[in-house]
């Protein structure tokens, strides 16, 4: 193995690149640096390069084409600048379609056909002829120079496709990232090789992002830009709450539970379908978990923020009821046709299955697919409520529903609390 193959493989390793992507490379760098110091900008130039030998061999690479005289380029060249400056007028740009009838020959890549039988008798218009290059001997300072920023531009592209590919694959899905910085309204997330953001209008109201803390992130798009890859992440998402359970509870990404719908106020509350076929797995119990640890979990990388397991029903009545959860539903009345509903509950029950702001009977509006008109028994209705709602109104103590459950951020233990007052008791006696 020569010098030069180690030197490869050791790039290919450090920069994680193919043996044939760093082939390709130094190949086009041989390339520019040929047409620097031996040939010029006519030509089309491939170079093939042997780093066992370290021999290189070049061609002119060219596409046979029909021949045009020279009178009629020089008449379609004019009639294109003519376009050209009449689009600009109209600020826009040519189309393919408005300049396709114009006669075309770019030199650097095509050969008439006339020119292209003197090389080779037997060649037909679309042929491709790889005429071969004199070597002119040694390349000089600046053809090298050429080469390695051709080297350096290339595995910069190479590395940023390879990070593309990667974390294009993930659109959709959660990855976990460090907090790195602030800039501007955007944070800065640092996964590792690559940075992403998080733009103001995917963060969370009540969420304070400490830098170097990790979280989870929602991938909301991948995209290529001048800086190359741009990952654009997400707290916000309600897809971030359907893709924590798929990753805390295996009945939901084994396909045995099925999370039917989610409806989120980011920060605040989630309500979360769930529906099972198998009537040997109860779906809200699998969610919770022993003690309530798969959702204690959930509620945790949320940040406290609360979630309601709502037990989905082909019944769309009792789906509505079930969505109202904490609240207590004594009926519900469906109109199809408007896709409204209205529903009555205890007039104790009025201001739990509304929420502050209308938060809770918003949710399962958008649950349920349903706009729900809340009424209690003594006949007052209540619209769904429209309204935004700041941190301050949705602090609420919620009740705990038979079928479904609540859950938030756990609290600290009355007994912890007791003990702590018991030894303050006693620091004083002393």
Known sequence: MSEITKAMQALCDEKNLSYDAIMETIEAALAAAYRKDFGNKQQNIKVKFDPETGEMQAWDVKTVVEDIAEDVLLEAQEELVSRREKAR????????????????????????????????????????????????????????QTAK?????????????????????????II????????????????????????????????????????KFYVVAVNMSV????????????????????????????????????????????????FTADESIDPIGSCIGQR???????????????????????DAAAYV??????AKVLDVVLNEGAKTTDVTVASDQFSLAIGRSG?????????????INVKDQGGTAEEEVEEEQTPAELVEEDKTGDENVSVEAPEEKTEDKMEEKKEEEEAKKE
């Open 89 to 144: 007028e109209e600020s826009r740009e040519l189309t393919e379609e408005e300049v396709a009838d114009l006669p075309r020959f770019n030199p650097k890549l095509d050969l008439m056909i006339s020119a292209a039988k003197e090389i080779k008798k037997k060649a037909k218009v679309g042929d491709v002829l790889e005429i071969p290059l004199e070597i002119g001997g040694e390349f000089g300072r600046m053809a090298a």
């Open 321 to 326: 009821a079930k969505a109202l959860s904490p």
């Open 149 to 173: 920023q051709v080297i350096i531009q290339k595995i910069r592209e190479a590395e940023r496709g390879m990070v593309f590919d990667d974390y294009k694959k993930q659109e959709g899905q």
């Open 359 to 371: 938060q809770n009977v918003r949710l399962a509006s958008e649950l349920t697919g349903w706009k």
């Open 176 to 215: 976990v990232g460090a907090i790195q910085r602030v800039e501007g309204r955007r944070i800065l997330i640092d996964l590792g090789k690559v940075a992403g953001i998080m733009p103001s209008d995917q963060q969370v109201p009540n969420e304070f992002y400490r830098p170097g803390s990790k979280m």
């Open 227 to 274: 800086r190359g890859p741009e990952i654009v992440l997400s707290r916000n998402n309600a897809s971030l709450v359907r893709e924590i359970f798929r990753q805390e509870i295996p009945e939901i990404s084994e396909g045995l539970i099925e999370i039917k719908g989610v409806a989120r106020d980011a920060g605040f509350r989630s309500k979360v379908a769930v």
């Open 292 to 314: 309530g640890s798969r959702i204690n979990t959930i509620v945790e990388e949320l940040g406290g923020e609360k979630v309601d397991i709502i037990q989905y029903s082909d």
